[in-house]
Structures are given as C-alpha cells and as structure tokens.
C-alpha cells in the first residue's frame, strides 16, 4: 500500500498474499476495477495547534489498513494523505488537489469543523464523496438544502452536548453553569447544544465566556467565572484542554466548581498527558476506549500494541469512515465506477460493528449512534474514561422536532439567546 506523503507500515508481502487469497473467489464481472488500487483522499492536521488530533487519525487508518494487508474489497489502497494544518481555506484546497490531480473517488477527513465547512461547496459542486471524521457541523437547512455528497462517521457538536445538558440538570442537579469555549464553529455548537438541553431541563446559563482557538493563556477568563456557579461547561479542542484545565486548578478551582467538557476535552489522546486536574472532569462522547464491546476491545488492542496507548476520539473516526467505505464496496462488488450506486450505497450503510457500536445515517447524512456520559477517574494508575450512562440512538434533533429544529438559527455566540446571564 502506497500513502502518498506519508507512509503506514503494511509490507507489500502482506498486500500480495491478501490479493492471491482473494482471488480464490470468482467475481468474473468486477475482475477488471477490482485490480486498480482504491485511491482514498485522506485530509488531516499534521501541524498546528490540532496536531496530535490528527496523528491520532492517521493512527486509526493506519490500523484499518494494516488488518486487512492493506486491502478494501479486493483492491489495494492508496491512501492519499493531506495536511490541511487546521485551516479552511488550505483544507479546500487540498479537497480540490486530491479530486483534480489525483482524481480519487471518495475522501476522509477533516480533523476540524469549520475546515469541513469550508469544503462543502466544493464537494457538492466536485459530486465527490466526503467522509467526516470530526464533529459534522450542523447545517441551516432552511437556506441551502443539506449536501448528498458530505456523510459523516461521527454525529454534530451538539448532538454530543445535548445529553451532557440533560444529564447535568436531572442526574447531577446542578442549577447554574457558566459557558467557557473556543470562539469558533466547533466552540459555538457544542456550548450552543449543552445550553438548550440544560435550560430545557431546569438548569440556567448564567455566563458566557469565549476565548480564542490561539488564546495564550486562560487567567482572564478564569478570573471572570463566577463564585456561585455549580459548574462550567468547558468547549476546547486540541491540546487547549489540558492548558485549560491546568491553569484551572493552578487558579484554585478545582473542588470548588465541578467541570463538564465536550468529548474532545477529556478524549484519550489528551487525557494520557495530564494529571490530576482532570480526575473528575464529566463528558460526554460517541467514544470511549472502554467501550465493553468484542469489536472496541480489539481496536484498543491493535493500537495499545502498534502505539502503546489508548485510543480517542480521533483514532475512532478514520476507522469508521473506512468502515463505512467498505461496507459500501461490499455491495456495490468493489466498484466505485458508477459513482452514483457507490454515493446510494454509502448512505444506505448501518453498521452493526466497529469501535463505536451501532451507526446509521438519517436523511442528512449524519449518523444517529449512542452517546456515553463518562467521567475522569484513575484506575490502575492511569486516567480514563469511565461510562456513567449511555444514551442509545441519539440523533442529532435529540428530542426535538426535526421540522422545527431545522428553522433555527444555526448555534453562534447569540442563539441560543442568553435569558439567564447576570
């Protein structure tokens, strides 16, 4: 298996001996495509401040392949792998060299939101598949009609956030919570979700704080938050929450206000560097890497023993966009020359197994899956993600109506609107 710019460790021994093994099953029409190599645009972070984010993704694909010898449906892969460093408009870019010049048929990626925002029009217009593997931005669906071409292996900001709200309010009891998360799309949705579940459930917002994806420090937002709240809601990605959380408990909070986080502020590629400032820390995610399932123990196997620590968030994503793909080359014999039936069967795939259980799309192309309430705790000597609660099936509506719920304004620094602040 070829990656160009990058490389994974699958011997082309091991390519051969899964191609002779696969010829010992007749499949005379597809014979000719199964042949060629199956050229899969990959866009990830590979600089920047989301950096580890994206080794982690290239961690998850990198397993995929090397299990099945570098091989999709009969046909060896070329992993063609992008660095959109964590920009919109280089990851456009990108998305536009890997359809023109390398013309490959479906894609997988980006690590961020708004770099996935900033694709969308070109893949519609381009009608080459895209596979997200990051939060899917939420869309508004009242002005432009959603996008066939953009399917998504994990579910929207919110959708995650909704249940975190809910839980807050009727689990924990908590009363009043303060909004502390990233001034950019990623930020927005997931503070925006947690707001209307948790006011929706008795809770109130009292605060709203948003700091920069590049924010230097957090002191003046932490000096900010207010002495009465029961907790804060922290939005961050990257490496920024474990910045967060250190100057937090540098700051005197922690014990004082409990802390809530979205599922990339505690995510196992994050929380395998901090300390204690994270024993605690509740979240919410469609991942855990203690997910007691046959198929999530044996992905945290092949990478425990490919990259001695556990898999995220990050890692689970690649691997189930690949997932999806071949699921969908299953039916289709292989073949991605009738772009159309390879589109319908991506969309028409439910998986059953993978890292993060049961997954299907809704009409939007956006999964509905479950959702684990976890929370910080050290076991063994090392931090994890231990699951509270599961929410089963969650979609990205939650509990509202989908007629009304594609009407509202889409989440921002003002919707949902702030009746609580003081």
């Given at each position: 298996m070829r990656v160009k710019g990058r490389k994974l460790a699958v011997s082309r021994r091991a390519v051969l001996k899964a191609g002779v093994a696969l010829t010992m099953f007749p499949a005379p029409p597809l014979r000719a495509q199964s042949k060629e190599p199956l050229k899969i645009g990959f866009l990830t972070v590979l600089t920047g401040p989301l950096a580890a984010g994206g080794k982690q993704q290239e961690e998850g694909a990198a397993l995929f392949l090397k299990e099945r010898d570098g091989m999709i449906a009969g046909r060896p892969v070329e992993l063609?792998?992008?660095?959109?460093?964590?920009?919109?408009?280089?990851?456009k870019t990108?998305?536009?060299?890997?359809?023109?010049?390398?013309?490959?048929?479906?894609?997988?990626?980006p690590l961020a939101t708004n770099e996935a925002l900033a694709m969308d029009g070109y893949v519609r217009d381009a009608k080459v598949p895209l596979i997200t593997t990051t939060s899917a931005a939420t869309v508004d669906l009242k002005t432009r009609a959603p996008n066939p071409y953009v399917l998504h292996a994990f579910g929207t900001a919110p959708q995650v956030t909704y249940p975190l709200g809910d839980y807050a309010a009727k689990t924990l009891g908590f009363k009043k919570v303060a909004i502390v998360a990233e001034d950019?799309?990623?930020?927005?949705?997931?503070?925006?979700g947690f707001h209307l579940a948790f006011e929706d459930a008795g809770g109130k917002i009292v605060q709203k704080l948003w700091p920069p994806l590049n924010a230097p420090e957090y002191g003046p937002y932490l000096a900010q938050i207010k002495s009465d709240v029961d907790a804060i809601y922290m939005g961050f990605a990257g490496s920024n929450p474990l910045r967060f959380l250190k100057q937090f408990s540098d700051f005197g909070l922690k014990g004082k206000v409990a802390v809530l986080g979205n599922t990339t502020s505690t995510d196992e590629g994050i929380l395998r560097v901090m300390g204690e400032e994270a024993v605690g820390v509740y979240s919410a995610g469609w991942y855990a890497a203690g997910l007691d399932t046959p198929d999530n123990k044996k992905f945290v196997a092949g990478i425990n023993e490919a990259y001695k620590h556990d898999p995220g968030f990050y890692t689970a994503g690649p691997y189930t966009a690949l997932l999806i793909i071949e699921e969908a080359l299953k039916s289709t014999g292989g073949r991605t020359d009738d772009a159309a039936?390879?589109?319908q069967a991506m969309h028409d795939v439910r998986l059953a197994h993978g890292p993060i259980g049961p997954v299907r799309l809704d009409q939007y192309g956006t999964p509905i899956l479950d959702i684990h309430?976890?929370?910080?705790?050290?076991?063994?000597?090392k931090l994890v993600n231990t699951i509270l609660r599961t929410y089963p099936q969650v979609s990205q509506f939650w509990t509202y109506d989908p007629a009304k719920a594609v009407q509202q304004p889409i989440f921002s620094r003002d919707f949902?609107?702030?009746k609580y602040l003081e």
């Amino acid at each position: 298996m070829r990656v160009k710019g990058r490389k994974l460790a699958v011997s082309r021994r091991a390519v051969l001996k899964a191609g002779v093994a696969l010829t010992m099953f007749p499949a005379p029409p597809l014979r000719a495509q199964s042949k060629e190599p199956l050229k899969i645009g990959f866009l990830t972070v590979l600089t920047g401040p989301l950096a580890a984010g994206g080794k982690q993704q290239e961690e998850g694909a990198a397993l995929f392949l090397k299990e099945r010898d570098g091989m999709i449906a009969g046909r060896p892969v070329e992993l063609i792998t992008q660095d959109t460093a964590g920009s919109p408009a280089l990851a456009k870019t990108k998305t536009q060299e890997l359809v023109e010049r390398h013309k490959v048929p479906v894609m997988i990626g980006p690590l961020a939101t708004n770099e996935a925002l900033a694709m969308d029009g070109y893949v519609r217009d381009a009608k080459v598949p895209l596979i997200t593997t990051t939060s899917a931005a939420t869309v508004d669906l009242k002005t432009r009609a959603p996008n066939p071409y953009v399917l998504h292996a994990f579910g929207t900001a919110p959708q995650v956030t909704y249940p975190l709200g809910d839980y807050a309010a009727k689990t924990l009891g908590f009363k009043k919570v303060a909004i502390v998360a990233e001034d950019f799309t990623y930020g927005h949705e997931g503070a925006g979700g947690f707001h209307l579940a948790f006011e929706d459930a008795g809770g109130k917002i009292v605060q709203k704080l948003w700091p920069p994806l590049n924010a230097p420090e957090y002191g003046p937002y932490l000096a900010q938050i207010k002495s009465d709240v029961d907790a804060i809601y922290m939005g961050f990605a990257g490496s920024n929450p474990l910045r967060f959380l250190k100057q937090f408990s540098d700051f005197g909070l922690k014990g004082k206000v409990a802390v809530l986080g979205n599922t990339t502020s505690t995510d196992e590629g994050i929380l395998r560097v901090m300390g204690e400032e994270a024993v605690g820390v509740y979240s919410a995610g469609w991942y855990a890497a203690g997910l007691d399932t046959p198929d999530n123990k044996k992905f945290v196997a092949g990478i425990n023993e490919a990259y001695k620590h556990d898999p995220g968030f990050y890692t689970a994503g690649p691997y189930t966009a690949l997932l999806i793909i071949e699921e969908a080359l299953k039916s289709t014999g292989g073949r991605t020359d009738d772009a159309a039936a390879f589109l319908q069967a991506m969309h028409d795939v439910r998986l059953a197994h993978g890292p993060i259980g049961p997954v299907r799309l809704d009409q939007y192309g956006t999964p509905i899956l479950d959702i684990h309430i976890r929370k910080v705790a050290r076991v063994n000597g090392k931090l994890v993600n231990t699951i509270l609660r599961t929410y089963p099936q969650v979609s990205q509506f939650w509990t509202y109506d989908p007629a009304k719920a594609v009407q509202q304004p889409i989440f921002s620094r003002d919707f949902p609107p702030s009746k609580y602040l003081e």
